[in-house]
């Protein structure tokens, strides 16, 4: 059983920042994907941004390239999810996810795959 724990969100004017962490337990960190997605009020939930098992590949959302930079410390069983410049349109519940499958890419989760998901934590972007 994988737990993933999040934390870091909060209420931000707009054009600031804010960091997500999320740290995992029960089973080796290094051995799968890791991504956020977000789920606005009344919308469904979508993809933000994944990185591979080394850290070595990313992939992002185009409403979020070149605002958000994701980040993963394996030493510390942690992904991080920095958030610069932010919109009122950013606003949503962030949650955590990874995929351990052995098929499993950045590719993939930005599609949609993942096993174990976070409870998520709020992100609210004022204008």
């Known amino acids: 059983q994988v737990q993933l724990v999040e934390s870091g969100g909060g209420l931000v004017q707009a054009g600031g920042s804010l960091r997500l962490s999320c740290a995992a337990s029960g089973r080796t960190f290094s051995s799968y994907v890791m991504g956020w997605f977000r789920q606005a009020p009344g919308k469904d939930r979508e993809f933000v941004s994944a990185i591979s098992r080394a850290g070595t590949t990313t992939t992002y959302a185009d409403a979020v390239k070149g605002r958000f930079t994701i980040s993963r410390d394996n030493a510390k069983n942690t992904v991080y999810l920095q958030m610069n410049s932010l919109k009122p349109e950013d606003t949503a519940v962030y949650y955590c996810?990874?995929?351990?499958?052995?098929?499993?890419?950045?590719?993939?989760?930005?599609?949609?795959?993942?096993?174990?998901w976070g409870q998520g934590t709020q992100v609210t972007v004022s204008s």
């Open positions: 996810a990874t995929d351990g499958r052995s098929y499993a890419t950045t590719h993939t989760m930005s599609r949609g795959g993942a096993d174990y």
